[in-house]
């Protein structure tokens, strides 16, 4: 999968996501990373890429044409790649321009599901107060943020959204850790781990976990995510209990734990 970075500091990206488990994807060639520095598709003779806002206000508005110039570059630069077979003239279809900004929907882990499927993603780092809205209209498919706050840039949500969507494509974690790689699938967060020592500070490893028991084991941990969720995200335990994630003994736990009488059967 090719992640495509339109921004005005690209050694940020390329820096930020080269370590650890996403350099090893991409020197095994599972992802790609194509940064791309918007500044080098200005034609301002002073290399500007912002101006002022028209009716006025605080900051600068990244202009349109830079962004829309630097789009087109990489649309063609995707296209020229696909597009190696001059026998067939199948048309492909344009890849996701997505722009990072807090105006846009919420990331979820669903909304990574879906864009992992793709071949290709251009992402559009904004910066200042701003995107010109006519590059916008233009070029963007998708306006995402990463939560209720605000940033300088896109820049670290883009780093964000490609951890979290490189993770889900085939090859890049190795099995043990794509094993792991459940959380939020049925509404739960993860129990929690332990490793040696056995004793560390006077603090035990729960005893459950030394047993070998393995089904014990399981139902131990099932029961520390229904808790640990309960206590810091209540309204996921909802969902889970309303999407059926529970088992019939998990759901008498949680009745349990919640005091809810009132779905006995
Ligand atoms: Cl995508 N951009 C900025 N600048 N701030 C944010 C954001 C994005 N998501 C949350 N806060």
């Not at 780092?125 to 006519?134: F, L």
Request: overall charge negative.
């Amino acid at each position: 999968m090719n992640f495509h970075v339109m921004t005005l500091f690209p050694e940020m990206i390329t820096q930020g996501l080269s370590a650890s488990i996403l350099g090893r994807a991409q020197e095994k060639g599972f992802i790609a990373l194509n940064a791309v520095n918007i500044r080098d598709y200005t034609l301002d003779k002073h290399k500007r890429v912002d101006d002022y806002p028209y009716g006025g206000g605080a900051g600068m508005v990244m202009a349109a044409e830079p962004v829309v110039r630097c789009c087109r570059a990489v649309m063609e630069q995707i296209a020229k790649e696909n597009g190696g077979c001059p026998d067939t003239k199948e048309q492909k279809k344009c890849p996701r321009v997505i722009y990072l900004t807090p105006q846009g929907c919420t990331f979820t882990q669903a909304m990574a599901k879906e864009l992992a499927q793709e071949e290709d993603l251009i992402f559009l780092c904004g910066h200042y107060e701003g995107v010109d809205e006519r590059a916008i209209e233009m070029i963007v498919t998708d306006q995402v943020s990463i939560g209720d706050y605000v940033l300088t840039g896109g820049e670290l949500p883009v780093m964000v959204m490609i951890d979290v969507i490189a993770r889900l494509v085939p090859g890049v974690l190795n099995n043990k850790e794509s094993a792991e790689s459940e959380t939020f699938q049925d509404y739960l967060l993860e129990y929690p781990q332990y490793t040696r020592p056995e004793v560390y500070e006077g603090l035990s490893v729960p005893e459950v976990l030394l047993s070998g028991h393995h089904a014990k084991i399981g139902e131990w941990r099932r029961q520390q995510s229904i808790l640990r969720t309960k206590k810091v995200r209540p309204e996921l335990l909802a969902q889970a209990v309303k999407e059926e994630c529970l088992s019939k003994k998990e759901m008498k736990f949680y009745r349990e734990i919640t005091g809810d009488g009132t779905k006995e059967k």
